[in-house]
């Protein structure tokens, strides 16, 4: 497709279980960016991929977050254990220069 | 850690006012970015302007890298400006990639 696009658009598990988020990127886009964005909130850095470099993990909020990217495209962001306060839209962004293209987001929901 | 201060926090306007959005950053000005993000939460990228000035129809923004602002203006405003306008800017120096770090925004709602 023309833009970043993210799977599932939404998502509602229980507490306690594991979740796994989607982002394809735009093709040829070698950055990845995975970002969250809390109930009128701003957007909460998570992790960055670029290229072939070791992952940019520094906004991860815990050790039950984890992503990875496959081949230097699609990218799964994990979320084990799920808890409430992960209730969040998950954003997805891709580039290839400085210009960075955001998908339409996964909105989950931990009851 | 960086610091992206959005002004003002919310902007009631009358359809066809003109306003100016700001953007003040505690640190120098790194890929700076504006993104409108629209009513049903997709954030669309308005303006790369790492410095300058740069015009796209009714919008236009400028950033003044010495003095760490930027500025986003909408003129003629419509009901399909409202939304929630955000600047970031990039953590990686002089170069394109980075994560970017956003300010809290401005919600705008623009009354017909």
């Known amino acids: 497709g023309a833009g970043v696009s993210q799977s599932p658009s939404n998502k509602v598990t229980e507490k306690g279980k594991d979740v796994e988020l989607r982002c394809d990127p735009i093709s040829g886009h070698t950055a990845l960016y995975w970002y969250r964005q809390s109930l009128g909130q701003g957007l909460e850095f998570l992790i960055y991929f670029q290229g072939n470099s070791a992952p940019d993990k520094s906004g991860l909020p815990s050790d039950r977050f984890s992503a990875e990217r496959t081949g230097g495209s699609v990218s799964t962001l994990t979320i084990q254990r799920t808890q409430q306060e992960d209730s969040a839209v998950y954003l997805c962004?891709?580039?290839?220069?400085?210009?960075?293209?955001f998908g339409p987001g996964t909105r989950l929901t931990v009851l | 850690g960086i610091q992206v201060e959005q002004s003002p926090p919310d902007l009631i306007l009358q359809e066809g006012a003109n306003s100016t959005l700001r953007c003040n950053f505690s640190?120098?000005?790194?890929?700076l970015q504006w993104f409108h993000q629209n009513p049903w939460g997709q954030l669309i990228n308005l303006f790369y302007?790492?410095?300058g000035t740069k015009q796209n129809g009714r919008l236009s923004a400028t950033t003044v890298a010495t003095e760490r602002y930027s500025l986003l203006y909408i003129s003629s405003s419509q009901t399909t400006d409202s939304g929630v306008y955000f600047c970031a800017r990039s953590d990686a120096g002089g170069t394109s990639y980075g994560k970017l770090t956003f300010g809290q925004g401005t919600i705008l709602t623009v009354h017909p």
């Open positions: 962004a891709s580039s290839l220069g400085g210009v960075r293209f």
């Open positions: 302007i790492p410095s």
């Open positions: 640190d120098s000005v790194n890929n």
